[in-house]
């Protein structure tokens, strides 16, 4: 199985993670997704994520989040860069303790705010994200100062210019040109 140390990997670019992996890696499997996650208010909480400073307990918060979800057979696993559970992981044991979970320390307003925002998953065929994304880094520059908001990976980046910077189309809830359909997880 593929390790986290074969892959390539910048923090706070999930995207380009998860594209590298498509990229370099889908030959190894029956089939292939990027997952983008998120809601409308652009609030979605993640339990087991390296930027937590108790990921068990105390979950992120991101805007969005991009994962890979393959299968070989019939297992199917979640290629997630910023978790703390094992890279892989089985999907029914990532779904239960990233979006589901049950250690009685966690917070009682962390669980409720989740069932409020929602968690909505837009999975999307490796080829078609291979073929129909394009991000210049743009949303990774601060725009009061112009630094970066994280390093962005020493590459260039994976732009198209026929497609412009689309990452936000494809966080978009209204946009259905892109492929991929956003699903509600409850």
Not at 28 to 40: C, G, K, L, Q, R
Not at 58 to 63: A, E, N, T
Request: hydrophobic share 35%; with cysteine.
């Amino acid at each position: 199985m593929i390790t986290l140390e074969e892959c390539l990997y910048t923090s706070c670019y999930c995207e380009e993670n998860v594209y590298k992996f498509i990229e370099k890696y889908s030959e190894h499997f029956d089939e292939v997704y990027a997952v983008f996650i998120s809601n409308p208010r652009q609030q979605c909480v993640i339990w087991c994520q390296k930027h937590s400073d108790n990921p068990v307990v105390r979950p992120v918060c991101w805007d969005y989040h991009v994962l890979a979800v393959a299968r070989k057979s019939s297992e199917y696993h979640v290629f997630d860069f910023d978790t703390t559970l094992p890279f892989p992981c089985p999907f029914n044991a990532y779904m239960t303790q990233c979006f589901k979970p049950s250690a009685p320390e966690i917070s009682q307003w962390w669980l409720q705010f989740a069932m409020r925002t929602g968690h909505y998953f837009r999975p999307i065929k490796g080829s078609d994200f291979l073929e129909t994304f394009s991000s210049d880094r743009s949303h990774m520059i601060d725009e009061t100062t112009g630094h970066w908001r994280s390093e962005p990976p020493n590459y260039d980046p994976i732009f198209k210019a026929d497609l412009g910077h689309n990452l936000m189309d494809f966080l978009d809830f209204e946009n259905a040109t892109l492929p991929g359909k956003w699903l509600d997880f409850n």
